[in-house]
């Protein structure tokens, strides 16, 4: 597995800040964030292998892989341990590496995110799901999908907001259609390792954000909550699944809280 590209912003000796962005995603969607919080802290971004013209290795994708060459990227850098703020898939990979080193995290910033699925039918249903959007990528392009992909419940609330629709489309039909179809199938919620077991066990603080209007993951993320011994929960009002951008300001507000708790 080849390094991930990062991008290291703020004073060196500042206390460290890691933003994963979630699937189709760029680390631009973080930079409104980065530039608010990097007099303060050292903000990293990291791009996913397959997006934003990164390669992908001929392998099957696994998170254990992937968590792994994310921290031998980290450490070569000297970025460990550090603050892991994830969004969706990125919340899904943070919470993996923490329950797997859980020394590279001294804090956990996860939103709209959850650890996986434990029941089997829903394993196997998820998968097949995530095959047929794979085919759809390949057979019809990001463009088609991504009229489809937007119109679900999680992301409703978003189209009301046509600027940033725009924007959005535009970074997302600049990603590879081939990329994004192996990574939305082999990264899938139903192939992953589920993490639920392990999340008693993790000792760092959690912060969970959510969206009220995302009801799905606001219900996930209580659940969460429940199982983690030390676990914050902050629902963000007029917002759906990705708060950060629909919501700025009061996503800032709640990662500040968060990171002075």
């Known amino acids: 597995?080849?390094?991930?590209?990062?991008?290291?912003?703020?004073?060196?000796?500042?206390?460290?800040?890691?933003?994963?962005?979630?699937?189709?995603g760029t680390p631009k969607e973080w930079r409104p964030i980065v530039e608010a919080l990097s007099t303060t802290y050292r903000c990293i971004t990291?791009?996913?292998?397959?997006?934003?013209?990164?390669?992908?290795?001929?392998?099957?994708?696994?998170?254990?892989?992937?968590?792994?060459?994310?921290?031998?990227?980290?450490?070569?850098?000297?970025?460990?341990?550090?603050?892991?703020?994830?969004?969706?898939?990125?919340?899904?990979l943070a919470l993996y590496t923490a329950t797997q080193s859980p020394a590279s995290c001294t804090r956990l910033i996860i939103e709209s995110s959850q650890p996986g699925l434990d029941n089997?039918?829903?394993?196997q249903t998820r998968a097949s799901i995530d095959t047929k959007r794979a085919q759809t990528i390949i057979e019809k392009g990001l463009p088609?999908?991504?009229?489809?992909?937007?119109?679900?419940?999680?992301?409703q609330s978003m189209q009301r907001d046509h600027t940033l629709m725009k924007q959005l489309s535009v970074w997302r039909q600049q990603q590879q259609k081939e990329h994004m179809a192996r990574i939305i199938e082999e990264l899938s919620p139903g192939r992953q390792p589920s993490c639920w077991?392990?999340?008693?066990?993790?000792?760092?603080?959690?912060?969970?954000?959510?969206?009220?209007?995302?009801?799905?993951?606001t219900s996930l993320m209580q659940e969460m909550q429940r199982a983690l011994p030390h676990a914050t929960l902050c629902s963000l009002p007029d917002a759906g699944?990705?708060?950060?951008?629909?919501?700025?300001?009061?996503?800032?507000?709640?990662?500040?809280s968060a990171l002075r708790a």
Request: proline share 10%; glycine share 6%; aromatic share 10%.
């Open 1 to 24: 597995m080849s390094d991930w590209h990062v991008q290291d912003t703020g004073p060196k000796e500042a206390p460290r800040l890691l933003f994963l962005h979630g699937f189709m």
């Open 46 to 92: 990291v791009t996913w292998p397959g997006h934003d013209g990164q390669p992908l290795p001929s392998t099957p994708l696994h998170f254990s892989n992937l968590s792994r060459s994310l921290l031998d990227t980290l450490d070569k850098h000297a970025l460990l341990p550090c603050v892991w703020v994830g969004y969706s898939m990125g919340g899904r």
């Open 120 to 123: 089997p039918v829903e394993r």
């Open 144 to 155: 088609a999908f991504l009229k489809t992909w937007y119109q679900a419940p999680l992301f």
């Open 197 to 217: 077991s392990s999340l008693p066990s993790l000792s760092m603080p959690v912060h969970l954000l959510c969206g009220q209007l995302d009801t799905k993951y």
């Open 241 to 256: 699944h990705n708060t950060h951008l629909e919501q700025p300001h009061a996503f800032l507000r709640a990662l500040q």
